[in-house]
């Protein structure tokens, strides 16, 4: 250390500002984690309102899906749009929208009491990204080496908001019905939009600016596609995506899908579904906090993607043949660990492939393809749940995955003999 300082003289100050400015980032991260938990909380909570209010105004499990349909068109026009807008003007500005849309949404839904105003309170959601802008955040103030264990901590942030979300859903509508939840909703969203205006730094942008960029970039329309779409020319941006897209659409219809399978194929009552989503949460913060980070310590990002890829091939496969709830349990921690590392490690691929100043832009796209799942599983989840059952949403998940799992551990084999070389 001594030989260091010597060598670099004068350098004692600024030791001392990055020390500053390390902590100052380290209590933003820890800021961010807070607000990442107490969204996913919100997203839960309203997940005990939803598909009951639907019942109750006459939504049966295609129109259901449609709804879920509209959610997934809405938020995949408005994720690149909205990573474009928080490069462009900052991570405050991006997650203040972000909270400030699901502010309306959550009132919206409180007066919803009929099936045309349960469609639009969905209109929000076109900026309702609050996890993609904390990605952003730790992708910006995280380093390169530690970025996949950093996303991953916002997956036990996921686990604590799943937990109580739903535990809190589940009580709330089963007391004091959905219009009281929702309100309840709109204030714990204004709750985090004000620890937003408080800690969150204007811009989070590491980088410094060129001559010229900064103004360049503000001048540039969020709406410029081209800006957007040009992130998927950087070399393994578009194969990493083909990748996220293919492997995650089985998993992504059942995932949509699970309120009405708990409700119809499990039969479980709102609070009994609380319960379940808050083992998922539990199962998901074991797998977050102490299984990912080590994982991604040890073995390189290609091989997790293999792993988590496969993983996901026999959690199909067990789907397809469960019979009751218990045996889904049995499931869900092999199903939450590849869920888990999939989409931390298809993230972080993605962020390091790109200039730091364009990260949110990027988690906008990864935001989308999440959002293009959405669009297409409730649909398609909805026909093959009415007409095959469950086991065949099961069924499509192992073919789909095991295909995907082949191609990538071929591709792998062929390029290690090279690098040995």
């Excluded at 004068?10 to 961010?32: A, M």
């Excluded at 699901?102 to 009929?114: P, R, S």
Aim: positive net charge.
């Amino acid at each position: 250390m001594r030989g260091r300082e010597e060598t670099a003289p004068g350098t004692s100050p600024p030791s001392r500002d990055n020390v500053t400015e390390q902590q100052k980032r380290t209590k933003t991260i820890y800021i961010v984690y807070v607000i990442a938990a107490l969204d996913i909380t919100w997203m839960f909570l309203q997940f005990s309102v939803t598909p009951y209010l639907a019942k109750k105004l006459g939504f049966n499990t295609l129109w259901f899906g449609y709804l879920q349909t509209t959610v997934g068109v809405i938020q995949l026009c408005g994720g690149p749009l909205f990573g474009r807008f928080g490069d462009v003007f900052g991570a405050r500005a991006a997650l203040s929208l972000a909270c400030s849309s699901t502010v309306v949404f959550f009132l919206l839904l409180a007066v919803a009491e009929n099936p045309a105003m349960l469609f639009i309170h969905k209109l929000p959601t076109i900026f309702m990204h609050v996890l993609p802008a904390c990605q952003m955040v730790v992708a910006d103030l995280s380093a390169p080496e530690k970025r996949a264990d950093a996303l991953s901590k916002l997956g036990l942030c996921f686990g604590v908001g799943m937990i109580a979300g739903s535990t809190l859903g589940g009580h709330l509508n089963t007391r004091f019905g959905e219009t009281f939840t929702a309100g309840f909703g709109a204030v714990g969203s204004t709750f985090s939009l004000l620890l937003v205006l408080k800690f969150i730094p204007k811009t989070t942008k590491s980088q410094a600016p060129t001559p010229g960029r900064d103004s360049e970039n503000k001048s540039k329309s969020i709406f410029n596609v081209g800006e957007i779409t040009r992130l998927l020319k950087f070399p393994g941006v578009k194969r990493t995506f083909l990748v996220k897209i293919v492997a995650g659409l089985p998993s992504g219809i059942f995932q949509v899908m699970f309120s009405i399978i708990a409700l119809d194929f499990f039969k479980l009552k709102p609070e009994q579904n609380g319960y379940l989503m808050a083992y998922f949460g539990i199962a998901s913060m074991v797998v977050q906090g102490a299984v990912v980070g080590r994982l991604t310590a040890r073995y390189s990002e290609s091989s997790l993607l293999l792993l988590s890829i496969g993983v996901s091939s026999l959690v199909g496969l067990a789907q397809a043949y469960m019979q009751d709830v218990f045996q889904f349990c049995l499931i869900v921690v092999p199903m939450m660990f590849s869920l888990s590392v999939f989409n931390v490690i298809t993230d972080s691929m993605l962020t390091k492939s790109v200039p730091a100043s364009d990260t949110g832009t990027m988690m906008g796209l990864c935001a989308s393809v999440q959002s293009l799942l959405r669009t297409v599983g409730p649909t398609a989840g909805g026909f093959m749940y009415v007409h095959y059952g469950v086991s065949s949403i099961g069924l499509l998940q192992f073919v789909v995955n095991i295909a995907v799992f082949v191609h990538l551990l071929q591709r792998h084999l062929r390029e290690t003999p090279g690098h040995q070389e």
